[in-house]
């Protein structure tokens, strides 16, 4: 019998692209380099806010985006090995979103990350989100670590600071570096649909006998593709959207492999800082295969990853729940065009 789990219930906390990739010991200054001592939702609307401005009715961040739509369709062992309403009901529609770190509407694509909002439209009225980037990790242990890095960033765009403060910052929060290194040297994707998307956190799956921890992956079916800097210094500030158009009129689709790493007992599920090893087991859940792009149908949607269906639970991670109020708030301005 399987083991069955309770169900439970887009501002998206975006990767921020640094650019300090290593920090020296630092002098003694007047700077307090310990991250902020609470981080809360409205913390984060108002410190997106100062750092790229107002746009009413716009996401806070991750504010540059297309909308996509296709299916999703479960592997056989998915539907085998884990008890979900999740992979119950064959294939599904999907409504996508692809978009751009950062909260600024006109983000120049040519560099920073990716990122992409999946709803699943299950029977009965019933959605599950997901929400990843093309980041493996977070930017530090807890929301506390990732609001100190915006608030340093604010302070170098008020001139009250300079990169250097970032690298020392990182330097007094070890739990910041790991995103650095994963990150230096990697290149922006082509096209949307030719990155991996990592959904960072840690979820529960009931299965046959006991329940197992899993974090996601979303692998392009044709590979990944990456800018050249030639590439970056020669196109235009927006293509993405426009390419991904092009791409389904020619190929008439596109699709990403669904993999579920599964974690051992020591993994923690508490910390999106920290990546499991790659020997960990690896299940192909799926195919998500989209067949079109454009219009407005994930306007109106927030990809809150919180929102999940039977089976799947929310894990430990501080920063999921952090996620899920700023989404909220964020939402509710942009229906109200604040």
Avoid at 139 to 152: A, D, M, R, V
Avoid at 154 to 174: Q, S, V
């Amino acid at each position: 019998m399987k083991y069955a789990l309770p169900s439970s219930l887009s501002l998206s906390l975006s990767a921020v692209a640094l650019t300090m990739l290593t920090a020296t010991a630092a002098h003694a200054d007047d700077h307090n380099y310990a991250p902020p001592a609470s981080a809360n939702a409205q913390d984060f609307i108002a410190v997106f806010k100062e750092l790229n401005g107002v746009h009413p009715g716009i996401r806070k961040a991750h504010a540059k985006g297309v909308c996509a739509a296709g299916t999703f369709t479960p592997s056989a062992a998915a539907n085998q090995r884990f008890d979900t309403a999740l992979f119950d009901s064959g294939e599904v529609p999907v409504t996508l979103r692809f978009s751009m770190g950062g909260g600024n509407p006109e983000a120049d694509e040519r560099q920073g990350t990716r990122g992409v909002g999946i709803q699943f439209q299950l029977p009965d009225n019933k959605q599950h989100n997901i929400a990843g980037i093309t980041s493996a990790l977070f930017s530090g242990s807890t929301p506390n670590h990732f609001l100190g890095l915006l608030q340093w960033n604010l302070k170098i765009m008020r001139g009250e600071a300079t990169r250097e403060d970032i690298a020392k910052y990182i330097a007094a929060n070890p739990s910041m570096q790991a995103a650095v290194d994963w990150n230096k040297g990697r290149m922006p994707s082509s096209e949307y649909t030719n990155a991996d998307y990592y959904g960072i956190h840690a979820f529960w799956v009931a299965g046959e006998q006991q329940r197992e921890k899993f974090r996601w992956q979303l692998l392009p079916s044709s590979g990944n593709d990456y800018l050249t800097q030639e590439e970056q210094k020669s196109l235009p500030t927006t293509f993405l959207a426009e390419r991904l158009v092009e791409r389904l009129k020619a190929d008439g689709e596109v699709s990403f492999d669904w993999h579920w790493t599964i974690g051992a007992e020591e993994d923690p599920t508490n910390d999106p800082s920290v990546l499991w090893p790659e020997d960990r087991e690896r299940v192909n859940v799926g195919k998500i295969t989209i067949t079109a792009a454009g219009g407005e149908d994930c306007t109106p949607i927030n990809f809150d990853p919180m929102r999940v269906v039977r089976g799947i639970q929310p894990s430990d991670d501080p920063v999921l729940p952090m996620r899920s109020a700023a989404y909220a708030i964020s939402f509710g301005q942009r229906l109200s065009n604040q």
